[in-house]
């Protein structure tokens, strides 16, 4: 199945002209940059939960890399994708929310996923919205588990200073040129605790 067909180029569209700010872009994400932001992913990874899916892009490349569609679960607030990612996908786990209220929803049982692969505009939202969704997002994971993030834009959508703030660290996966427009994959991991200082005791004044 090819997944960026003439149906979902229009669906995409017309999704466009309703909600520019949600969508972010005038057609379905490529195969190439598909590729990308799943290169890391594997059925060792685990379950895995997806930011925006809109009409299955990157899911289908989940899939193609041995993902099972139950162990996925997809999180997309327009209502023609979610009746789209229901026929296409009919065993993935699929849910009408806005992802910045991911806290309110249990997957998979209660188990942690591996992997959150977003295909949100964060470029168009704001930090309080952003910070609703990471927050949801790494609650949702395994303590070594990875955001992976594209974007249209020169650098990681999400500020320093946010990062900062939540604990969290944003390291460049790869750029596709052939994707229209061109765009970068970032990925976003947990920080690990400083150790602490030599000679530093802690807890002990």
């Known amino acids: 199945m090819e ?28 195969r190439a940059l598909a590729n990308l ?23 289908h490349a989940l899939i193609e890399r ?15 994708f979610v009746t789209k990612l229901q026929h296409r996908f009919g065993h993935a786990h699929t849910f009408f929310i806005d992802a910045s209220r991911l806290h309110e929803v249990k997957f998979f049982d209660g188990a942690h996923a591996g992997a959150v692969v977003s295909g949100l ?18 609650a949702k994971m395994r303590p070594e ?36 427009p061109p765009a970068t994959v970032y990925r976003i991991v947990r920080r690990k605790p400083r150790p602490a200082a030599s000679g530093e005791r802690i807890g002990v004044r």
């Open 3 to 30: 997944p960026r067909n003439l149906s979902d180029i229009f669906l995409f569209f017309k999704a466009w002209l309703f909600n520019p700010l949600s969508i972010g872009a005038l057609m379905p994400s490529g």
């Open 37 to 59: 932001i799943t290169s890391e992913i594997s059925t060792d990874t685990g379950l895995i939960i997806e930011l925006g899916p809109g009409t299955g892009v990157f899911t």
């Open 66 to 80: 041995g993902i099972d569609q139950k162990n996925i679960a997809l999180i997309e607030n327009d209502a023609a």
């Open 121 to 138: 505009p964060m470029l168009s939202m704001s930090p309080r919205k952003m910070i609703a969704i990471l927050d949801g997002a790494f």
């Open 145 to 180: 588990g990875s955001f992976y993030q594209f974007t249209y834009g020169p650098r990681c959508p999400i500020p320093r200073a946010l990062l900062d703030r939540l604990g969290l660290k944003a390291m460049r996966v790869g750029r596709i040129l052939v994707n229209v």
